[in-house]
């Protein structure tokens, strides 16, 4: 198995992720092949409430910075911030996108998000 970090400081590429207005961030992207299974952990803190969401694509290098290359998993049903600190863990299973990505929409409140991807190497 392998773990990364998906939600860093964008910065450091470590550490946490500090959400605030009505703004929108997006995890690294990370690959899942030959249908494994990936687990996503997030944590936040303070009193961010927001939306997670799970996107995919196919293309060799999708861009960043925007949802043009990617297209979202309406069927992911998400444990979302609700003002106040918590966590939440998923398996996201037969996972056959070149990339996948989880985007969050912060719609009041601010705090930090943490998340760590383990994808599943057979």
Do not use: C
């Not at 450091?12 to 929108?24: E, H, M, N, P």
């Not at 944590?43 to 043009?68: C, H, M």
């Amino acid at each position: 198995m392998a773990t990364s970090q998906i939600y860093a400081n964008t910065e450091t590429g470590g550490g946490t992720l500090a959400v605030s207005g009505t703004s929108t961030y997006y995890s690294k992207a990370f690959s899942a092949r030959d249908g494994q299974p990936v687990s996503v952990h997030l944590e936040w803190t303070g009193t961010p409430t927001g939306t997670f969401t799970l996107w995919y694509s196919n293309k060799e290098a999708p861009g960043t910075a925007n949802d043009n290359d990617w297209v979202q998993d309406t069927t992911f049903v998400a444990s979302n911030p609700a003002g106040s600190a918590s966590k939440a863990f998923h398996t996201i299973g037969n996972l056959a996108a070149k990339r996948v990505r989880l985007k969050y929409v912060n719609a009041s409140g601010s705090g930090t998000i943490v998340g760590f991807a383990t994808i599943a190497r057979h």
